[in-house]
């Protein structure tokens, strides 16, 4: 109980830290929303679909995913800032429940999601986005790229504390999660890729989280399940399967890490 | 009872190459402050991080409050307090905010949390400035904070790792006078520094430490005393140097050095006063007029000087022993530099 009260007042600083410097909050939400509308208006027009609705529909679960994604990089830049500036030895210090403050900074990350999936909502809404499925199967949705968010912010609980420096973190992070992002089904179909990278693109967890999504939100995943592999003909068992493992993986080893941390 | 003990601990990084602890052994009796005293390098930082359940040592064993660091850790950290070489505090959030979650951290309540910031934001002087965030701190300001923050429950036990370093004159003025309000109060404290007059300053007791080892402990008038005792200096006009050196030495028994330069006469004396009262008759009756005269106990430095060989400044971080000869010329070349 302790433990969760512990990483509540760890996940308020967060947002006390947002309302100290709303910038933070401001441009966090305008890279996602900013995607959404080049990609609309810059590939939506060359892409050619067939879908009812047009580009713009299968768009939005891929931009959805991918900005869940680079929580992974907020994650660990954010950590690894503490690290550099001794932060983290003050609350090591502290008596406190010793994975306290790691979960509460997965929170954190968690809940800023929340307010940068719904702006962007709002967005693709206004660029024509409409989802067919209904309340229950789009809250649904929802709750699965938080839930995504919150376990790749795990993996970013590993690399912050893994970094030499939290400068290198950002730059690091950014290098895992673009290709990750854009070797998937989220922007064009994978069928286009050679045949080596199409199977990495339908095995990217990436790509089975935005088939997933694409289901939920009442759309055939035209871009993937091409080459016919288990994930992309199992979006939704597959995603969670997923997440599962990497919160099986990367809690254990993360709170590990941080018990050992050292300052850089 | 001792509240901190320090056993033989032995800690290595870069699989054995740099000891930065080497079998380094040290206590403080309950109530007292001690100093560790030490140049860059020299392991103070890596003694405090065990001490407060950072870092595991590779060997050796340690107690805190009478509480074993390495078996219970979770204990230790409910009775010390740390205040980090560098100021550890949420530099996005107000001086407010920062002491308000490390309040609720420490479990207070919401109300006892604010009321307890409030108290020591006013006991520090940072009431005017605790509405603003951190980055809008001086360093001296943000090193207040810092400590505030290590004070939130009244630890019994205190760690302070370099508090002034990067500090200017006044900051540290006002930085000792805190710490010497706060031992009044009869908490035991753990200070390192690399300073020798704040250890003076401060400490009950000092230990000396270079490489990871403790190289010399004991009150700062043990420690003088370890290294001699009193001189005499006269400082007088050129034309005087020559009389002035003849009584100088047939007061001390022993030849007078001389400081070109400054024109500073010195030899060692064991009767004090009586031997500087001796010297100014003696002037007076030559009809020499000193600008200056003086008994000088050792200062810290000479200490440290005596006991490694080298200044205290003169560290250099280094890993191979290579690298000594050179520091051994700079000081050669230093000695050289006052001579001339
Ligand atoms: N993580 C690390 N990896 C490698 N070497 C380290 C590490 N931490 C400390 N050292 C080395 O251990 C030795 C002691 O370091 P420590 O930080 O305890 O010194 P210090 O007395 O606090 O110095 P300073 O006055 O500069 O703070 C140094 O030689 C340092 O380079
Ligand atoms: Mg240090």
């Known amino acids: 109980m302790r433990a969760l009260t512990d990483a509540l007042i760890i996940t308020k600083r967060q947002l006390l830290q947002l309302a100290r410097v709303p910038e933070v909050l401001i441009f966090s939400t305008i890279q996602p929303v900013m995607f959404v509308l080049l990609f609309r208006y810059v590939f939506g027009g060359s892409i050619n679909t067939g879908q009812p609705g047009g580009y713009v529909q299968l768009l939005m679960p891929g931009i959805f995913v991918q900005t869940t994604a680079f929580t992974l990089a907020a994650t660990a830049s954010g950590l690894a800032e503490d690290m550099t500036k001794g932060l983290i030895d003050r609350f090591r210090s502290l008596p406190i429940s010793r994975s306290a403050l790691v ?13 940068v999936l719904f702006v962007m909502g709002i967005a693709g809404f206004l660029v024509g986005w409409r989802p067919t499925s209904g309340p229950v199967k789009i809250g649904l949705a929802f709750i699965f790229l938080l839930a995504f968010g919150y376990a790749l912010s795990w993996v970013g609980i590993f690399a912050g504390l893994s970094a030499r420096d939290y400068r290198v973190v950002q730059n690091v992070s950014f290098l895992i999660t673009f290709p990750l992002t854009f070797l998937s089904n989220a922007f064009a179909p994978t069928t286009g890729m050679p045949r080596a990278l199409q199977y990495v693109a339908e095995w990217n967890p990436v790509s089975t989280m935005v088939a997933a999504c694409r289901e939920l939100f009442g759309l055939k995943n035209q871009f993937g399940a091409t080459a016919g592999s288990f994930p992309s003909e199992h979006p939704l068992p597959m995603s969670l399967i997923y997440m599962v493992l990497i919160l099986l993986v990367f809690v254990p080893l993360s709170v590990r890490k941080y018990t050992h941390a050292a300052k850089k | 009872m001792k509240a901190i003990i320090a056993d033989h601990l032995v800690k290595t990084y870069r699989h054995g190459e740099v000891r930065a602890l080497d079998n380094l052994s040290l206590d403080v009796a309950e109530g007292t402050v001690l100093s560790v005293l030490g140049p860059n390098g020299a392991g103070k930082t890596t003694v405090v991080r065990i001490l407060t359940t950072l870092l595991t040592p590779d060997s050796g064993s340690a107690s805190v409050g009478g509480i074993d660091v390495i078996k219970h850790p979770d204990k230790v950290r409910e009775i010390i307090g740390l205040s980090g070489q560098y100021a550890a505090v949420d530099e996005t959030l107000t001086g407010m ?12 309540g919401k109300k006892a949390a604010i009321l307890r910031a409030d108290e020591l934001l006013e006991r520090f002087s940072l009431t005017d400035s605790a509405r603003r965030p951190i980055k809008t701190y001086s360093g001296g300001m943000r090193r207040r904070l ?24 006044r900051g540290r003025q006002e930085m000792w006078g805190v710490i010497e309000e706060l031992v009044k109060g009869g908490v035991t404290l753990l200070l390192t520094t690399q300073y020798l007059d704040e250890a003076d300053q401060l400490a ?33 006009d050129q034309q005087h ?6 009584i100088v030495s047939r007061v001390s028994g022993q030849k007078a050095s001389l400081d070109e330069g400054l024109r500073l006469i010195s030899a060692p004396v064991t009767t004090g006063a009586g031997a500087l009262i001796e010297v100014l008759r003696s002037l007076d009756t030559a009809g020499i007029h ?21 200044a205290a400044e003169d560290e250099v971080k280094e890993l191979d022993t290579g690298k000594r000869s050179g520091r051994k010329s700079k000081k050669d070349k230093k000695v050289k530099g006052a001579k001339a």
């Open chain 2, 241 to 246: 140097v020559g009389a002035t050196m003849e």
């Open chain 2, 146 to 169: 810092d400590l505030a923050a290590s004070l939130i429950v009244q630890p019994k036990v205190l760690f302070l790792d370099e508090p002034t370093t990067g500090l200017d004159p």
């Open chain 1, 103 to 115: 979960f509460g900074r997965t929170l954190g990350d968690g809940l800023l999601n929340v307010v």
């Open chain 2, 204 to 236: 009950d007791d000092i230990a000396v430490i270079d490489h990871g080892k403790v190289i010399a402990r004991g009150t700062s008038d043990a420690l003088k005393t370890q290294v001699g005792g009193e001189r005499l200096e006269v400082v007088v």
């Open chain 2, 290 to 310: 000193p600008l200056d005269v003086g008994l000088k106990r050792p200062s810290l430095d000479d200490v440290f000087m005596s006991l490694t060989g080298h």
């Open chain 2, 97 to 108: 905010d920062n002491l308000v979650m490390f309040g609720r951290l420490y479990h207070l």
